[in-house]
């Protein structure tokens, strides 16, 4: 059985050796778009997941998916001669969604940005209620 080290390690070659065998396996221009992001082995390195984002609309990021599913036994053929290891893992390639997620995060913290500013403009110029400390105690009352 091997660690979680090993199954780090080997991922980090899975996903250099994919990014290198998607240039020279596939010969497609579709592919130059493509980046692999990361790869994940599981602990019996017998899995390995290979996450990627495709520069380009949803037309060609649904193309490059195809051409993916149809070519994974041949990238996994390569991996297989680059590996040394006794058992050549099982290839599953995922679109990557954090580039996505990571937009839609920039947007909201913009909108709160706005919010942020749009407030500030209202405050400018206005005092507090209740004077600045509206919890004064009695006794500093009496005192003054």
Known sequence: MADSARAARLAQRVKVLMAQSLRNVIKDERIDNVTVTDARVTND???????????????????????????TGALRKELGRNLTIR???????????????????????????????????????KTFAGGEDPYKKESEEDEE
């Open 87 to 125: 058992l050549t893992p099982t290839v599953e390639f995922v679109p990557d969604e954090i580039p996505e997620s990571a937009s839609h995060l920039e947007e909201l913290l913009a909108k709160a940005r706005e919010k942020d500013a749009e407030l500030a403009a209202l405050r400018e110029g």
């Open 45 to 71: 390195l017998q899995h390995a997941t290979v996450y990627y984002t495709v520069l380009g609309e949803a037309e060609l990021k649904a193309e490059v998916a195809e051409l993916l599913v149809q070519k």
